[in-house]
């Protein structure tokens, strides 16, 4: 039974003994914060920070009522209703164990004999230093024994949390505390679907060993978000999606799925995931981009917060076409669409990574990469919970890398509330997925 469950029947029969106040109390007590559920690092740029701040890092709070932590509501471990600025303030975040991990150009950790080989664009990186996980602290995680370049850095919340959400005000009083109160959500996706995704691009057949995604998971992970969103039927949760494939079966590689706007889950699942097009081809994933951004700017509902989601598994076919979805997406970005850039790393090839993410940068947008496509879910469940509300913090590193250079910071995060606490490690671990035991990479992207 789970604590939800054994919540409600103590509260019946509590309710039969003593009436509704003490049912309210009880569920004071009940509801902790469970999850942390970060998306990553918004551009400095992008958002109403203090003066002194790098960065901030955007999150969800999930509680064990699974629902999002939300100011003006009162939970057990607190005492009192949550205040912003108040009880919940820059002290209910620490970081610790910060390292800055600088990538190569496919996102892998950059390796080294020594320092001198912490180079990026022909100069050495300064605060850069040349170290094995052990000597970082790091030996209980799992990164190869090898010598990384790599930056220490203290981490320091420098603000209050600021919290948004996009359906109706949650309880009274959220429209002090909130930054948009749209009528409801536009999601776009961009969904790569080139020949690499099942090894075909050789044979035509698809090939196991060649493959970036064969098992799949790209349609696991669409299946976690759409579980992230609600589809209750209320009018604050109203919903629109599209889906748009680079390659498919459109003749120029660029394949709208969905001319019209799709509604329900249901009609998702009978016009998308039943029809979804069998990979082939290459990657016109620029202009795919450009056809997305669009669509969701230009023919989406205008009162709904919008949002676009690609995901790809690396190098694109149509550089052309690269300058038009950059200006289209800096645009965007700064009108406020939400942008996120899901990157499963290929094999046997050099990634464009950083060209992607400092496009999504730009854009004020969220970047993901890894080596392994079963991470999909995890990081599509973060995007559709951040989507819904979430809270922004800003930090100030006291090393961070030079402009322009691709990393991934290792820390670990614990966020109290009164007398509970949970914990979120971002570092490279052991998870579970359903077919095999893989290393996962839960770092998060940086761009200076």
């Known amino acids: 039974m789970n604590r939800i469950s054994k919540g409600i ?59 999002p932590l939300v100011p003006n509501k009162r939970y057990g471990s607190l005492g009192d209703p949550l205040v912003p600025g108040g009880n919940f303030g820059a002290a209910n975040f620490a970081f610790s164990d910060g390292w800055f991990f600088i990538a190569n150009a496919d996102g892998s950790d950059k390796t080294c004999e020594t320092v001198d080989d912490c180079v990026v664009n022909g100069a050495r990186i300064a605060d850069a230093v040349c170290v094995t996980p052990s000597e970082m602290g790091l030996s209980s995680y799992y990164y190869a024994p090898t010598r990384v370049c790599a930056i220490a850095t203290q981490i320091e919340t420098v603000s209050a949390p600021r919290f948004t959400h996009y359906a109706e005000n949650l309880l009274p009083g959220n429209e002090n505390v909130s930054t948009q109160n749209a009528n409801g959500r536009s999601f776009a996706f961009m969904l790569d679907n080139s020949a690499t995704l099942d090894g075909s691009q050789e044979t035509g057949v698809p090939t196991q060993t060649l493959a970036t995604d064969p098992y799949q998971y790209r349609k696991v992970g669409l299946n976690a978000f759409m579980d992230g969103i609600a589809f209750n039927g209320n009018k604050s949760d109203r919903v629109e999606y599209a889906a748009v494939f680079a390659n498919g079966t459109a003749a120029t590689g660029v394949y709208d799925m969905t001319p019209e706007w799709l509604r329900t889950e249901a009609l998702w699942n009978a ?178």
């Open 271 to 448: 016009k998308v995931m039943h029809f979804y097009p069998s990979p082939s081809g290459g990657s016109p994933l620029w202009t795919a981009s450009t056809t997305t951004l669009e669509k969701v700017t230009q023919k989406a509902t205008s009162t709904y917060r919008k949002s676009m989601i690609a995901l790809s598994d690396g190098t694109a076919d149509d550089d052309a076409a690269k300058s038009a979805w950059m200006t289209q997406m800096t645009a965007a970005g700064i009108s406020g669409v939400d942008l996120y850039w899901i990157d499963v790393r290929p094999k046997g090839d050099v990634d464009e990574s950083l060209g992607y993410a400092q496009s999504v940068a730009l854009g004020c947008g969220n970047y993901f990469i890894f080596e392994s496509p079963s991470q999909i879910s995890a990081v599509m469940k973060s995007i559709a919970l951040n989507t819904q509300s979430h809270w922004d913090i800003d930090v100030k590193f006291s090393h961070k890398p030079p402009s322009g250079t691709l990393s991934r910071l290792a820390t670990n995060l614990v966020v109290t509330l009164g007398t509970s606490a949970v914990a979120y490690e971002a570092q490279r671990q052991v998870g579970q997925s359903d077919l095999t035991t893989e290393t996962t990479d839960n770092r998060f992207v940086f761009i200076p």
């Open 9 to 67: 029947i103590a509260a019946i029969v509590v309710s039969s003994m003593a009436g509704c106040d003490t049912v309210s109390e009880l569920t004071f007590r009940e509801e902790q914060i469970i999850e942390i559920a970060p998306v990553g690092f918004v551009a400095k740029r992008c958002t109403n920070r203090s003066e002194d701040a790098d960065a901030s890092l955007r999150l969800t709070v999930m509680t064990s009522f699974d629902a």
